[in-house]
Each structure stands twice: as structure tokens, then as C-alpha cells.
T-cell receptor
Framework: AQSVTQLGSHVSVSEGALVLLRCNYS??????LFWYVQYPNQGLQLLLK??????LVKGINGFEAEFKKSETSFHLTKPSAHMSDAAEYFC??????????????FGKGTHLIIQP | GAGVSQSPSNKVTEKGKDVELRCDPI?????LYWYRQSLGQGLEFLIY????????KSGLPSDRFSAERTGGSVSTLTIQRTQQEDSAVYLC??????????FGPGTRLTVL
């Protein structure tokens, strides 16, 4: 069984400040990990993914995440927040197949608010 | 089209009616997934197709829900005798051997 915990349902940062969205996972097998972003009334867009290659993963829009097995974490960061980053962010875990019959297991989501 | 498409984008129905939701995956993607997004439950995985086959249907919320995929392409999710708790956004995703799931814009279902 797999699960994902995202700490903080809402995170507020000032424009230009560091963005840190936390994700911890539980998995009985080495997982694949994903961060998705959802803008209002839209579907999910993949930001980045970890699939057992490099532990530091760079994604789109300046985001990156680091896989830390010892901490079972996959936190999402961006050095400088932009107003356009305001959205809902979801961390997800899957079996090494990338989904398969178990699909993706998502966290509850973190709503990122950017203060001008 | 280039991405996953879903129709209708919005559906309002009366309690007890049947609804059919459609998903057109990215061309060539063999895997297709249905998820449900609701305020109370977050994002829930419903069912997965590899080709036309769904090996495990246990994620479907009740026996009122069914899904099929034909020709290894289009999939339909059918909800019979809709209930108010079925109100949610239903998301479809497809993937190829690279394992990345691409999501459609969703169908917002409202059951009155």
C-alpha cells in the first residue's frame, strides 16, 4: 500500500520568496514520485517526476524536488515565487511501473498563495 | 488533438438519471486512467485500462459505476442512477511506456 502526506493545506509566500511545499510518502517498494500542478478549472499538469535516476529532479517553471529515501520525502522547491505560481499542487506516488493497475496515489493537495 | 480530451466539460443531471462521460486519450497511449476529484475525498483513483482490458475494477465506488474502452482508444465512464454524492470532477489520464500520465481537463458533474 502507498500513501502520501502533504503538510499544509495552504501555504502563503511573498512574491520573490522561496517556495517550499512538503511531501512525505509511504511505500512498500521503491516508488515513483510526481508533483502535479492544477490551475483553477483545469486538469493536472506534471511539474516533475522521480523515477529512480537522479535524486535531485528539475521540472518546469523553475521548480525542483529532491528525493530523500532516509526521510521518505520529496519536497518541492522554487527559489523565487512568481504570481503565476498561485495554484493547487499535488504530490503523488506510484509503484515503479508508473501507475499500472494501482494508478497514482495523491496527497490532499497544497494551495499555494502568492502575496504581492 | 495533442492532449487528452474529455466531454462534456460540464454535466448537470437530476438524481436518479444515468450519465456517460467520455475520454479521448492521446493517440498511441495504451494505458488509460479514470480519477475522481471531490472536496471531501481529494483525488481518488477509479480504474485503469491497459488496451481494452481493466484488470481491477475494485476502485470503482459502487456497482452503479462502470467503464469500458473500445479499440484501445476512447473510454466511457457510466454512472447509473446518479446520487448527489457522485457530484465531483472526473479526470481522465493516459500514458505510454514512458509512464508519465497526461491528464485531461475533466468533466464537472453536478447531481441535483
Amino acid at each position: 500500500a502507498q500513501s502520501v502526506t502533504q503538510l499544509g493545506s495552504h501555504v502563503s509566500v511573498s512574491e520573490g520568496a522561496l517556495v517550499l511545499l512538503r511531501c512525505n510518502y509511504s511505500s512498500s517498494v521503491p516508488p515513483y514520485l510526481f508533483w502535479y500542478v492544477q490551475y483553477p478549472n483545469q486538469g493536472l499538469q506534471l511539474l516533475l517526476k522521480y523515477t529512480s535516476a537522479a535524486t535531485l529532479v528539475k521540472g518546469i517553471n523553475g521548480f525542483e524536488a529532491e528525493f530523500k529515501k532516509s526521510e521518505t520525502s520529496f519536497h518541492l522547491t522554487k527559489p523565487s515565487a512568481h504570481m503565476s505560481d498561485a495554484a493547487e499542487y499535488f504530490c503523488a506516488v506510484s509503484a515503479p511501473s508508473g501507475g499500472g493497475a494501482d494508478g497514482l496515489t495523491f496527497g490532499k493537495g497544497t494551495h499555494l498563495i502568492i502575496q504581492p | 488533438g495533442a492532449g487528452v480530451s474529455q466531454s462534456p466539460s460540464n454535466k448537470v443531471t437530476e438524481k436518479g438519471k444515468d450519465v456517460e462521460l467520455r475520454c479521448d486519450p492521446i493517440s498511441g497511449h495504451t494505458a488509460l486512467y479514470w480519477y475522481r476529484q471531490s472536496l471531501g475525498q481529494g483525488l481518488e483513483f477509479l480504474i485503469y485500462f491497459q488496451g481494452n482490458s481493466a484488470p481491477d475494477k475494485s476502485g470503482l465506488p459502487s456497482d452503479r459505476f462502470s467503464a469500458e474502452r473500445t479499440g484501445g482508444s476512447v473510454s466511457t465512464l457510466t454512472i447509473q442512477r446518479t446520487q448527489q454524492e457522485d457530484s465531483a470532477v472526473y479526470l481522465c489520464a493516459s500514458s505510454s511506456a514512458r509512464n508519465e500520465q497526461f491528464f485531461g481537463p475533466g468533466t464537472r458533474l453536478t447531481v441535483l
